[in-house]
Every structure is written in structure tokens, then in C-alpha cells.
């Protein structure tokens, strides 16, 4: 009868409610509840007060230090008391109360799990150090800490023992709670280590020098598919549930997600092409759709483009593949640019050649080879129509910047030599009419 009772029903049951509550009373009254056991607490409270203060202070302290000759040193030392102060001067606390009801001769369970605990936390807070999220850094310390503190207090057998027994069916299969609970821990482990290999993975990826940027996106991101994946199947595998079964439901849902998912995959196909054949990278400038903009990331359905407006443009893979793009950074990063100028038919065209040559080379960001050129484009309504080219390697610093430091110099040898920019104008010629020649009746001429 006991075996078919529901979890809700067990929870609810009142014997067994009761028995449980009659079984932490006995172990408060044994552990807890005597006059020893409330010295030791009050010793173990006053220990936390005192190493919290004191663990303040020497912090403040080792922030106001000058850096040693190596300031990676002094980083990594002030890190680590930081992190450990607490529980090294808890330790020191608690070490020589310790000695003190050695040499008095009385009972000290509940300090001797206080020196176990302090321990197990610096050992566990520095294993979650390196999760670099600072809330699940503490949640999992603060996890595995707590199934510490059963373990030492004796607590843990029984809740587990509890947790198992309160089961539920599904699809004809008893899962207790312990079970759940079990495989939760088990597949954020799995996942945890795969997080901590790919980083690992990535930062020697990133520090090797003989991989090209697009090559590396492109390794890391297939190193993060083949871990995470390989990490949760084998989770899977560990808490005892059938891989198999998710192979076949994979399949299934790959063929309707096929259809419905097409753009995606496109984005997702194209990233991957990106990646191979290098035609964009990380940092090049390219332009596209009459804007351009600099290549931040590349991502799997997009890549981030940055404009000189500050402003940031995700443009699907799909359209970097099947759209035109110019790449202004492909084999180099040298950029052309084309000033027209106007120059008065009075004016030596000659002199304003070289003025406007002379005028590019005093701007910095022109480039001396390829050098400036002036060419004589053609003869305008107005004027005599020039054209400066110059030559950059950095446009994303600006092309209309540098367009206007030019003509400004322009502007300037222009005024100092007398060279004129001419107005727009037109001639017009009036004649006069003949008085031999007569005009054709008008409609009105015969009334």
C-alpha cells in the first residue's frame, strides 16, 4: 500500500510528516539543544564577526599597497586574500579554541565541523572561481557547501533516503525525486566541464599565431558544437536514459525543421562558406547596400557590422553570399578617393594642378606612394572641371574627414595664389527683330 501512494500523498500523509519532525527534535536536542553545544555556537558566531571585520581591514590594507616588481604578482596575491582571508583567519580561530577544550579536556564536535566546513569552503570557493558568472559561481558554491554540511552533520543519508522515497510515474516507470534531482546535478557538471574544455580550447586557439582569425571562428565554433553536444549525450548516457530514443526524435524533428527553418539554415550554411573561403574577416571594412562599415564579429546567422555612425548593422549571412559586396580590406587596406574641383578659364590650369597635389600631400592620412594625382577631367559649363585622387589605408577613420582637410588646403593655395573657383553663369545674346520682317496676322486681324 505504501509503494502506491502518489508524492503529493506522502507529503501530506500526517504519520509521516510526524515522524519527521519527532526525528530533528531528537537530533537538535542531542546536537543543539545543551550548554556545551550553545558555548561552541557562540564561539563559532564571535569567530565569524571577528574574521569578517579583520578580513575588511587587511583588504583595505593590501588595495592601498604599491604594485611589486611584478604586477601580476601583486594582482594574483591580493586575488587570492581576498578571496581567502575569511576563512584562513576563521581557521586560525577556530585552531586555537580547539587547542583550548584539548587542553581543558571537554567535548567539541560542533567546532571540530566548524575547521571541516572552513575548509570545504575555501576548497569549494576556489573550484567556483572559475566560473566566471559571479551569481552561478555562488549558487554552486553555495550548492555544494550545504550537501558539505549534511555530510558532516549526518544529515545527508536520510535526505537522500527521504528524496528517494517519494516517487512519481511516468510512462510507467517509479522516478523518485532524488532521481530528478540526481540527473539535474549531472548534466550541469557535463555541460560545466564542456564550458570550462572550450574556453580552454579557445584561449590556445586564440594565442596561436599561425591560424588566421576566420579559421579560428570557424574551429572554435564547430569545438563548441562537438563538446556541448558530446557532453550532453554522455550526461544522458551517465543517469541511465536511452540515446538512442533521442536519435530518432532527432531525426524526425531535423526533417520538419528543415522545412520551416530554411532562412536559418541558409544564414547558418553561409557562415559556414564565409568562414572557408575568407572573403570577409574580422576587421575588414567592406560596404554594402552604399554603407560601410567595419566587420566586429561573425557570428553563425550574422555578422556584425559597425558604421561611422556609431551604429551597429547585423546583416545575415545569406546576403553577404548572394549580394554584391565591396571589400575594401580583402587583399589590402588602401582605399582611393576621387575630389572634384573647379578652376575659372583664366586661371594657369597648370599652377592649379599642382596646388591641388600640393594640398593633399599636407594632409596627414594621405598616403605618399601610391602619391597624390590632379587630373584635368574636362571643360565645364563654368569651368575647367579637376579631379584629386588620393590614397588612404584606414578608411573606417573616415573618408569625408579627410575629403575635407583637402579641399580646405585647396581653398587656401587657391586664395594665396589668385587661382579663381569660378560662380556658375550663362551668357545671353538679345538681337534685334527687323522692321522689314512682318509678323503673321493674328486670329483677330480680319474683324
Not at 553555495?142 to 558532516?152: E, G, K, Y
Not at 517509479?174 to 572550450?198: E, N, P, Q, Y
Not at 554594402?288 to 559597425?306: C, H, M, N
Not at 594621405?366 to 602619391?371: G, K
Request: net charge neutral; aromatic share 10%; hydrophobic share 50%.
Amino acid at each position: 500500500m505504501e509503494e502506491n501512494k502518489t508524492l503529493i500523498e506522502k507529503v501530506l500523509d500526517q504519520e509521516h510528516s510526524v515522524e519527521i519532525l519527532k526525528n530533528l527534535y531528537r537530533w537538535a536536542d542531542q546536537h543543539v539543544l545543551n550548554f556545551d553545544n550553545f558555548i561552541q555556537v557562540a564561539v563559532i558566531a564571535t569567530g565569524l564577526l571577528v574574521t569578517y571585520a579583520s578580513a575588511k581591514k587587511i583588504n583595505a590594507k593590501l588595495a592601498g599597497l604599491e604594485p611589486f616588481e611584478s604586477v601580476k604578482v601583486h594582482s594574483f596575491i591580493t586575488a587570492a586574500m581576498y578571496r581567502f582571508a575569511i576563512p584562513v583567519l576563521l581557521l586560525v580561530w577556530l585552531g586555537v579554541f580547539t587547542g583550548l577544550y584539548l587542553y581543558l579536556g571537554l567535548p567539541y564536535a560542533l567546532i571540530e565541523a566548524a575547521v571541516i566546513l572552513t575548509l570545504a569552503w575555501a576548497v569549494i570557493h576556489l573550484g567556483s572561481s572559475a566560473i566566471p558568472d559571479t551569481f552561478i559561481s555562488r549558487s554552486v558554491a553555495t550548492f555544494v557547501w550545504s550537501i558539505a554540511a549534511l555530510h558532516v552533520f549526518g544529515l545527508l543519508v536520510p535526505l537522500i533516503g527521504f528524496l528517494d522515497s517519494m516517487k512519481f510515474q511516468v510512462g510507467g516507470h517509479d522516478i523518485s525525486v532524488f532521481d530528478v534531482v540526481a540527473s539535474i546535478i549531472t548534466v550541469a557538471v557535463f555541460l560545466w566541464l564542456a564550458l570550462l574544455i572550450t574556453r580552454m580550447l579557445e584561449a590556445r586557439i586564440h594565442a596561436s599565431s599561425e591560424i588566421s582569425k576566420t579559421t579560428q571562428v570557424l574551429i572554435i565554433k564547430v569545438l563548441k558544437i562537438v563538446v556541448f553536444a558530446g557532453a550532453f549525450l554522455l550526461a544522458l548516457g551517465t543517469v541511465g536514459i536511452d540515446i538512442t530514443a533521442f536519435v530518432v526524435f532527432g531525426g524526425a524533428i531535423g526533417v520538419g525543421l528543415g522545412f520551416g527553418l530554411q532562412k536559418i539554415f541558409s544564414n547558418l550554411v553561409a557562415g559556414f562558406i564565409l568562414l572557408t573561403d575568407k572573403s570577409i574577416k574580422p576587421g575588414d571594412t567592406i560596404n554594402i547596400a552604399g554603407e560601410y562599415g567595419k566587420i566586429e564579429t561573425l557570428g553563425a546567422r550574422y555578422v556584425s557590422v559597425i558604421t561611422r555612425d556609431g551604429i551597429e548593422h547585423l546583416v545575415p549571412n545569406e546576403e553577404l553570399i548572394t549580394n554584391r559586396v565591396e571589400n575594401w580590406s580583402y587583399s589590402h587596406a588602401n582605399v582611393r578617393l576621387k575630389i572634384p574641383v573647379g578652376v575659372h578659364y583664366d586661371c594657369d590650369v597648370h599652377e592649379a594642378i599642382e596646388l591641388c597635389k600640393k594640398a593633399a600631400n599636407n594632409v596627414k592620412r594621405v598616403l605618399a606612394h601610391p602619391q597624390p594625382a590632379c587630373l584635368l577631367k574636362g571643360f565645364g559649363d563654368s569651368s575647367v572641371d579637376l579631379e584629386i585622387r588620393i590614397w588612404i589605408k584606414d578608411p573606417m577613420n573616415g573618408c569625408a574627414n579627410v575629403k575635407n582637410e583637402v579641399l580646405l588646403g585647396v581653398w587656401d593655395l587657391f586664395h594665396e595664389h589668385g587661382i579663381q573657383i569660378p560662380y556658375p553663369q550663362r551668357d545671353l545674346h538679345l538681337k534685334s527683330v527687323s522692321k522689314d520682317i512682318r509678323l503673321p496676322p493674328g486670329p483677330d486681324a480680319g474683324s
